[in-house]
């Protein structure tokens, strides 16, 4: 599995800058004080600007190589941690899968690769699930089902699936994305 | 560059944010306390 930090590019690379701003300000106050004779004080003030620098710098290589590029979408504190209460049995994978054909297969592809039939009119594009899956617990998962997801096209299922549906899809996603199913 | 909306952070919740603006405070916060030891431990 892929490491990858928990927040995405755009915001690491926000943290950046405001590392970097920070060490302009010890920079500036070090040569302040170092001309206004508070060596000691100065010279850390720059040696602070210099490990600002190193940090800033370490959170840029991080934005472009661990960072993912979309946000996490919204799931409340609740819901984070929710088990799923579908046993991971052969009979489950098997609902699931059919669940999956039947309703996601369209956006997200059969094999849920994020290039069904619909996907190329829809921006965002679906996520491609063998990729996404393996990265959130089971809790995120039915809450974006559940509650669909906010800014795409992802619509809300608990109305038109039952608890039990959308946590088989979540077995049969889970097998699929470890390439057993 | 394209820097994060203020809206993906109300998406990714507030505690993202306050780690994402709160830590380069802390950062100032503690170089600036290290430096200032520096100038209390200098003998007189």
Redesign the interface.
């Known amino acids: 599995m892929t490491f990858s930090l928990p927040w995405p590019r755009d915001s690491v690379l926000t943290f950046a800058l405001e590392v970097a701003i920070v060490a302009g300000v010890l920079l500036v106050a070090g040569i302040a004080m170092r001309r206004r004779g508070r060596r000691p004080f100065g010279t850390r003030l720059l040696a602070g600007s210099g490990i600002a620098g190193g940090i800033c710098g370490l959170a840029v290589v991080a934005a472009f190589t661990v960072a993912p590029t979309l946000p996490t979408p919204f799931v409340p504190i609740t819901e984070q941690f929710l088990q799923n209460p579908v046993s991971n049995t052969p009979e489950n994978i098997q609902a699931g899968r059919a669940v999956f054909q039947q309703s996601c297969a369209l956006c997200h592809g059969p094999q849920g690769r994020g290039d069904g039939v619909a996907a190329l009119a829809m921006n965002p594009r679906p996520v491609n699930l063998q990729l996404h899956v393996p990265q959130h617990p089971d809790g995120f998962l039915h809450y974006w089902i559940s509650d669909g997801v906010a800014g795409t096209q992802m619509p809300a299922w608990k109305g038109q699936l039952s608890e039990t549906q959308i946590w088989q899809v979540i077995r049969y996603l889970r097998e699929l994305a470890a390439g057993r199913s | 560059?394209?820097?994060?909306p203020i809206e993906?952070?109300?998406?990714?919740?507030p505690l993202?944010a306050l780690?994402?603006?709160g830590?380069?405070l802390v950062?100032?916060g503690v170089?600036?306390w290290?430096?200032?030891?520096?100038?209390k431990?200098?003998p007189k």
Do not use: C, S, V, Y
């Open positions: 560059m394209n820097f994060t993906a952070h109300i998406i990714q919740g993202d780690i994402e603006f830590m380069p950062i100032l170089l600036w290290w430096a200032r030891r520096a100038e431990k200098e």
